[in-house]
């Protein structure tokens, strides 16, 4: 990306968000400040399709204001803060009651498959983790002894299909 344009500085503002409260003074006032550059090219751009689409009253169409882009934008960061922090003690929450269900071995287990996870970590991600491992530990069928929780319900050799399902619908 060339410097200064908007794909440049949409990742760094996304960069400087991503770090959070561990922005420093200098971090901030730059996150403000190109905050503001982008509403500022925003609101610049509106107001000339505005007008373009308009030619005749173009001169009566108010000028968009910066401001109004500034404030979407903070709002819309704190709406994100907001669902992380949700999707955080969701997972906290799945995850206490799996550590209280299985042995410290398969919880580690579980803890080290977290950390190895080649996505995202992002709280979003992380509740669907332990959101999946919540399932595989009480959603179960009481009856299989040998399942163990973290491993894929229903284990493949219990599948009903292998069990004659197939040949039910025809399938061969």
């Known amino acids: 990306m060339k410097?200064?344009?908007?794909?440049a500085i949409n990742q760094r503002i996304a960069d400087l968000e991503a770090a959070g409260d561990q922005l420093n003074a200098d971090g901030q006032s730059e996150l403000r400040t190109l905050r503001r550059q982008r509403a500022e090219r925003k609101a610049v751009r509106r107001t000339q399709f505005e007008r373009e689409r308009a030619p005749l009253f173009a001169d009566?169409?108010?000028?968009?204001?910066a401001d109004d882009y500034v404030r979407a934008d903070e709002q819309n960061a704190q709406m994100w803060r907001g669902l992380h922090a949700k999707h955080q003690a969701f997972a906290i929450?799945?995850?206490?009651?799996?550590?209280?269900?299985v042995s410290p071995e398969d919880?580690?287990?579980m803890d080290t498959r977290w950390r190895t996870f080649l996505g995202p970590h992002t709280p979003t991600y992380e509740a669907a983790f332990w959101l999946e491992r919540y399932r595989d530990t009480f959603h179960k069928n009481p009856m299989d002894l040998a399942y163990r929780p973290g491993e894929p319900w229903p284990p493949p050799d219990r599948d009903r299909w292998a069990h004659g399902a197939a040949a039910e619908v025809g399938v061969e």
């Open 3 to 7: 410097p200064g344009s908007i794909g």
């Open 93 to 101: 929450a799945h995850r206490q009651d799996v550590a209280g269900a």
């Open 107 to 109: 919880l580690a287990a």
């Open 60 to 65: 009566q169409i108010p000028a968009t204001q």
